[in-house]
């Protein structure tokens, strides 16, 4: 029984030591467009008198241009763990917007000239809205997910440039829940 251990043991560790051998980290960094619902609330109440009810609140879905950058670990020959950043700014209703994601989660690609990979991301996203005169700022946090994947296409032996990554957002800020498209590209570098 021992020995069985024993040997399990050593097959584990040389199964763990081959897996590493191969480790791989992969670093991206580029250009990233997403389209959020984004609700606001008006600063002002409708005058007294006005033929229709004014809306509370009004949601709209701006065109938002930023960055991404993401960091993956592949212990093993497909599989790997990512941490994935990203900030996207512009304007709703003539107020700055900025959306940041911070999301983690296992990712499995297909090594070779041309490299499709696919990821499950989690974390969290933080919104924030400044103020105009017309529109009350606000600032806050919320739960994030990411499913998605893209294409790596290898320019030199270190290098890869990532043609596009396509990835469903899905947020949850206030108490509903908003679900966003999010693409992004540029350049991969391998270590």
Known sequence: MRRSLLVLAA??????????????????GGYSYLRPSVTVQPFAECPMGSPSPCPSSST?????????????????????????????????????LHVQTYLFGPQVHFPGPVSPFAHVLVGAAHESVGSNGSAVPFTENAFATAVGGGIDVKVVPFVSLRLIQLDYLVTRFGSSTQNQPRASAGIVVHF
């Open 60 to 96: 709209t879905h701006p065109n938002l241009n930023g960055w991404e950058a993401s960091g993956t670990y592949n212990p093993f020959h497909v599989l790997g763990f990512t941490a994935d950043f990203d900030g996207n700014f512009g304007t709703v209703l003539g107020s700055t």
């Open 11 to 28: 097959l584990f560790l040389s199964l763990l030591v081959a897996g590493t051998a191969h480790a791989q980290v992969q670093i991206f």
